[in-house]
Every structure is written in structure tokens, then in C-alpha cells.
């Protein structure tokens, strides 16, 4: 089945490490996005790619890194230089204006 | 700038109750519009989405939205919630540009009473 897959679902990290995110599409979209979800504040735009070895900037891009080697692989590093890590991150692809998500990861610094 | 607001944060209903809710949004030209559910600790799914056309769009779940120009609204409705329809909507709203990313709404969280 095509799809987005995130993983890990859960994952704890200490403070002060870089954690990766995975992302892996199979859907052959061109663009793909992160976002950030915290409670009552929706989706925040993190990263997002419209095309391989190429990405800009969203709305909250201070202290997290994204890579797009391959069309189906676009992984979120969230560094040590992000204050307040610990939330809901979705990735997403999108053909045309319809977005797909993926599961999210909770990820957990402590 | 373009804006989407929900005005509702969190609605309750009864099971078997008729469900509205509600999505405006700020944008100068045609938009291109989407609601969108999240069930807890889950990823979004698409409920809907209005391009063109006709304004009444059916969706999956027994939902359906209607777009309203004049009042810059797609708001989402359901004639009977069931328990399992607790969850968070968003509405969405393409920008304009060729980025064509998404702006979306605050959302609103759905409890159902049994």
C-alpha cells in the first residue's frame, strides 16, 4: 500500500542530543513538509521540500535541519539548539494541493 | 496575509445530534479548501475538499461542507455524530503562491456524549 511512514512512533532523548525523525513516502509526491503539533496550537510548519536537494524554510525552523536526497526520504534533525523539543511531529507529501500525513512521532526529551 | 480561523475550540455534542462546524478564511482570490480529522496520537486524514464547482461536497464519514463565497466560509457538517467522530477537525486553505503550502486553522476538538 502507498503511503507515509514515520518512525519511531515514540522516542525519548536526553537533553542537549540532536535526534533524527524519519520520513519515507512510496506516493512519488514531489513536496513534502514537517510540522510541529503542540496542544492548542495546530500545525506549524517546520520544513518543507517541493523538489529533491532543495528546501526552504517555514515558520519555525530555528533549531531543527532537514535533508532531501531522495525524492521518497526527507528526515527532520531536531538539534540541540531547539529550546522546547518535546511535542507531535507529522510529515507530510503532497500531490497538486492534497496533503497525505504520515502517523507522527511523539518524541520526549528529558 | 492569508488566515483561517475556527472559531470553536471544542464542541460537545450528543450522539445522534447534528454537528456544524465552523471555518472562515482570509484569502483574495479562488481558495482551494480542505478539512481534515485527527484522531488522538494519530496523523490527519482527509475528510474533504473544495476546488471548484459544485459548493456542496460530500466527503468520507457521512460528512459533507459547503463553500460560501460571500461569507468566506466552509463550514463542515454532519446530520447524525456518531461516538467515534470524537476527534480534532482542521480546515485548511491553500496560500497563494507557487509554494502552495497549506495554512491551517487552530482546529476544533469534538467530545460526543453517549
Known amino acids: 500500500d502507498g503511503g507515509i511512514t514515520q518512525s519511531p512512533k515514540y522516542l525519548f532523548r536526553k537533553e542537549g542530543q540532536n535526534v533524527t525523525l524519519s520520513c519515507e513516502q512510496n506516493?512519488?509526491?514531489?513536496?513534502m513538509y514537517w510540522y510541529r503539533q503542540d496542544p492548542g496550537q495546530g500545525l506549524r510548519l517546520i520544513y518543507y521540500?517541493?523538489?529533491?536537494?532543495?528546501?526552504q524554510k517555514g515558520d519555525i525552523a530555528e533549531g531543527y535541519s532537514v535533508s532531501r536526497e531522495k525524492k521518497e526520504s526527507f528526515p527532520l534533525t531536531v538539534t540541540s539548539a531547539q529550546k522546547n523539543p518535546t511535542a507531535f511531529y507529522l510529515c507530510?507529501?503532497?500531490?497538486?494541493?492534497?496533503?497525505?500525513f504520515g502517523q507522527g512521532t511523539r518524541l520526549t526529551v528529558v | 496575509a492569508q488566515s483561517v480561523t475556527q472559531p470553536d475550540i471544542h464542541i460537545t455534542v450528543s450522539e445522534g445530534a447534528s454537528l456544524e462546524l465552523r471555518c472562515n478564511y482570509s484569502?483574495?482570490?479562488?481558495?482551494?479548501l480542505f478539512w481534515y480529522v485527527q484522531s488522538p496520537g494519530q496523523g490527519l486524514q482527509l475528510l474533504l475538499k473544495?476546488?471548484?464547482?459544485d459548493t456542496l461536497v460530500q466527503g468520507i464519514k457521512g460528512f459533507e461542507a459547503e463553500f460560501k463565497r460571500s461569507q468566506s466560509s466552509f463550514n463542515l457538517r454532519k446530520p447524525s455524530v456518531h461516538w467515534s467522530d470524537a476527534a480534532e477537525y482542521f480546515c485548511?486553505?491553500?496560500?497563494?503562491?507557487?509554494?502552495?503550502?497549506?495554512?491551517w486553522g487552530l482546529g476544533t476538538s469534538l467530545a460526543v456524549n453517549p
Open positions: 485548511a486553505v491553500v496560500g497563494a503562491g507557487n509554494n502552495r503550502k497549506l495554512i
Open positions: 506516493l512519488n509526491h514531489d513536496a
Open positions: 473544495y476546488f471548484s464547482g
Open positions: 484569502y483574495g482570490a479562488t481558495p482551494y
Open positions: 521540500s517541493q523538489i529533491v536537494n532543495d528546501f
Open positions: 507530510a507529501s503532497s500531490f497538486g494541493a492534497e496533503a497525505f
